[in-house]
């Protein structure tokens, strides 16, 4: 019998390409708990990529220049915030953080496997869950027509250990990533 599966839909907005701490007073003013997702160029590297996915209770309290990994990204640094757009899963509450969020940056940690990011990328989650990212302009009303990066995909799914995790980009040509177990 399939266990139950947490599906969750985050809202990504941006990008804020000031400092870190006027992304911060966004975060302050519109946002409760989130995520962000920080794209840029680190020390050496020639190419604008994916770097670091976080979580914050409240989303403004991880945004600032005291934090372990986002000021390592010193050029073309653009962040994102997150809002997951689904539902908690019912049950008890075991943790202080919500399960969406605590799910959602572990796969786009794990999978994506982002080079800032050291806690969520070894082990697996110990449920099913699927992430489907939409990405918004600053306005909150008006969809983006691409992705961010062209590494960040729509749709990241792990359905369990044992099972074939995968990560999928929509749109023409689309792609898929297969995870195959017990690899990943």
Request: charged share 25%; net charge positive.
């Amino acid at each position: 019998m399939a266990e139950k599966h947490l599906m969750i839909a985050v809202n990504w907005f941006g990008p804020y390409w000031g400092t870190l701490e006027e992304t911060r007073a966004v975060a302050r003013r519109d946002f409760d708990d989130g995520l962000y997702m920080c794209l840029g160029k680190a020390a050496y590297q020639r190419k604008r990529s994916m770097q670091y996915v976080g979580i914050g209770t409240p989303l403004c309290s991880r945004l600032s220049d005291s934090h372990h990994a986002l000021p390592r990204v010193t050029r073309e640094r653009q962040i994102w915030l997150g809002e997951v757009a689904t539902a908690e899963p019912s049950g008890k509450k075991i943790k202080a953080t919500k399960a969406t969020l605590d799910y959602a940056e572990w796969l786009h940690a794990r999978f994506m496997q982002l080079p800032l990011n050291d806690k969520k990328t070894k082990g697996l989650p110990p449920r099913s869950v699927t992430v489907l990212n939409r990405w918004w302009k600053q306005d909150y009303v008006t969809m983006r027509d691409r992705r961010p990066h062209p590494d960040w995909p729509d749709f990241i799914d792990f359905p369990g250990h044992d099972l074939t995790a995968r990560m999928v980009w929509f749109g023409a040509p689309g792609k898929q990533s297969r995870f195959t177990a017990p690899e990943y």
